[in-house]
């Protein structure tokens, strides 16, 4: 059995623990967009505490298209926002400046589908990460048949991963913060994320 997963915008850790662990998945190509989802928006700490940046979609009925098929809307230099946000929560992390021009790169390709453009932040991740693997999507929409279905939050409160400390930009005011986006990770840990991913499981 295949395991399956939508699309997403710098995806939770749990997720690259798992495909640093083996596990494969299929990345959810025929799924309708759904909203308040990891599918356009990461979440990380800050400064102020936890806080997300999503990314803007082109208005309209996008619960009735298929994933693949929704726009980004670029009316408004959401880049630039991002970018900044970033640079404010990660600027004094150990591996900023290390990673982010290569981001940077790819968020200023203007990608015109939200899925496009998950899928080239995914492959550069993974290559941060070390992880080998191609991304590989579903041919049909399938509603079960899946080992692990990460299309519903339901299915991600079930993982039950080793979670252990790593350091982390504001801890010292916030505590330790499990399961951020991987950005996070990659931020604070560098190369040594790779290794981390594998003692979660």
Not at 31 to 51: M, P, T, V
Not at 119 to 133: G, Q, V
Not at 155 to 182: A, C
Request: charged residues 25%; proline residues 2%; positive net charge.
């Amino acid at each position: 059995m295949k395991n399956v997963i939508s699309t997403q915008y710098f995806g939770p850790i749990a997720y690259f623990c798992l495909l640093a662990n083996g596990h494969d998945f299929l990345i959810e190509r025929h799924e309708h967009y759904q909203k308040r989802s990891i599918r356009n928006r990461c979440n990380f700490l800050s400064a102020n505490g936890a806080k997300q940046i999503s990314v803007p979609l082109k208005k309209g009925k996008h619960e009735g298209l298929s994933i693949d098929k929704v726009k980004i809307a670029y009316e408004e230099d959401w880049i630039k926002k991002h970018l900044t946000t970033l640079s404010s929560a990660y600027g004094k992390s150990a591996f900023y400046e290390h990673y982010i021009s290569k981001i940077e790169d790819v968020l200023k390709s203007e990608y015109l589908y939200l899925f496009d453009l998950n899928n080239a932040l995914e492959k550069l991740i993974r290559s941060f990460l070390h992880i080998d693997t191609d991304l590989n999507f579903t041919l049909s929409y399938s509603p079960k048949g899946y080992d692990k279905d990460l299309r519903n939050k339901e299915e991600w409160e079930k993982l039950n991963l080793n979670w252990q400390r790593y350091p982390q930009v504001f801890e010292d005011k916030f505590g330790f913060q499990k399961d951020l986006s991987v950005l996070d990770l990659v931020f604070n840990l560098g190369p040594e994320a790779a290794t981390y991913l594998k003692r979660l499981i």
